[in-house]
Each structure stands twice: as structure tokens, then as C-alpha cells.
């Protein structure tokens, strides 16, 4: 069982930066592939960048379009840890967050964190 908590989530303006992190329990988290989805209101969820662990340290990052070039997912193994660095925010980036671990094929989710982003 992996257990994430996510934080970071807030008001920011158009424009601005948040940072969201993802706490993860487990022993093996630097074999977890990672990621990060959202959900607006009245809108299905939809992904937005996973880091996925290939052998060693090695890991590939992928991102939806909607947010390459803004956005970068990064892990630290150490803190058990995953981050997403939201820049250049806009309106349509408003959503709940939620973190997603996957372990052996099952798949784990945080609670969420809400990001607001005002115009």
C-alpha cells in the first residue's frame, strides 16, 4: 500500500508560479513511476506529466500539451518525494491536483490539493 500526500496547492495570479509536492510512503519510491493529474469542475480528469523510472536512475518524463514548457515533474528519491513546478499559470490551469503512484501495476492516489488561478 503507498499512501501520497499531496501540498503546495493555493491562489495564484495569471501569470505566477506554484510549486506542488507529493509526499510518498513506501520503500522502493525511486521505482514508482509518478504523476500528476487534474480534475476542473464539471471536467473528467485528465493527466499532466508523469516521471516513469526505467532502470537505475534513469527516468523518462512525458507531459500533456497543454502544459509543456510551463510545467516540469521532478522527483526526489531521498525525501520520497515527486514535484511539479507550475509556471506561466493561466486561467485553464485552475483544477484539483492529484498525485498518482504506480507500484507493481497498482495504482495509488492522493487526496488532491486545489489550485486556483486568478485572472
Known amino acids: 500500500q503507498v499512501q501520497l500526500v499531496e501540498s503546495g496547492g493555493g491562489l495564484v495570479q495569471a501569470g505566477g508560479s506554484l510549486r506542488l509536492s507529493c509526499a510518498a510512503s513506501g520503500r522502493t519510491f525511486s521505482t514508482y513511476d509518478m504523476g500528476w493529474s487534474r480534475q476542473a469542475p464539471g471536467k473528467e480528469r485528465e493527466f499532466v506529466a508523469t516521471t516513469s523510472w526505467s532502470h537505475g536512475s534513469v527516468y523518462y518524463t512525458t507531459y500533456a500539451d497543454a502544459v509543456k514548457g510551463r510545467f516540469t515533474i521532478f522527483r526526489d528519491n531521498a525525501k520520497n518525494t515527486v514535484y511539479l513546478q507550475m509556471n506561466s499559470l493561466k486561467s485553464e490551469d485552475a483544477a484539483i491536483y492529484y498525485c498518482?503512484?504506480?507500484?507493481?501495476?497498482?495504482?495509488?492516489w492522493g487526496q488532491g490539493t486545489q489550485v486556483t488561478v486568478s485572472s
Open positions: 498518482n503512484a504506480v507500484e507493481d501495476g497498482t495504482v495509488y
